[in-house]
């Protein structure tokens, strides 16, 4: 059964870095387009970063320049690098991939099961 793992997240400072994980379980043929979302308390859940298979990605105008969202597919992982954080950047992250899991065979979506990341002013 293929599943997304999440870690890294936690608590920090203003200003300061945390670096998120997706791992993805299971039997997998290829990767598809990666993502990371967040939902802060209130809000709807918004993406903020998207990565393809070619390693092009694009970025919440919020993030732009302070945040990187990359991808190790010999590993079945994602990454997002979070700089400069702000009290505003406090959420619930969830990575979500794309993935065909046999050759010819149909994408499915699959969801990570949430990373708090709180940023204290």
């Known amino acids: 059964q293929v599943q997304l793992v999440e870690s890294g997240g936690g608590l920090v400072q203003a200003g300061g870095s945390l670096r998120l994980s997706c791992v993805a379980s299971?039997?997998?043929?290829?990767?598809?387009?990666l993502s990371w979302y967040r939902q802060a308390p209130g809000k709807q859940r918004e993406r903020v970063a998207r990565i393809i298979s070619d390693g092009r990605a694009n970025y919440a105008d919020s993030v732009k320049g302070r945040f990187t969202i990359s991808r190790d597919n010999a590993k079945n992982t994602v990454y997002l690098q979070m700089n400069s954080l702000k009290p505003d950047d406090t959420a619930v992250y969830y990575c979500?991939?794309?993935?065909?899991?046999?050759?010819?065979?149909?994408?499915?979506?699959?969801w990570g099961q949430g990373s708090q990341v709180t940023v204290s002013s």
């Open positions: 299971g039997s997998i043929f290829s990767m598809n387009a």
């Open positions: 979500n991939a794309i993935l065909i899991l046999h050759f010819g065979g149909p994408s499915y979506t699959y």
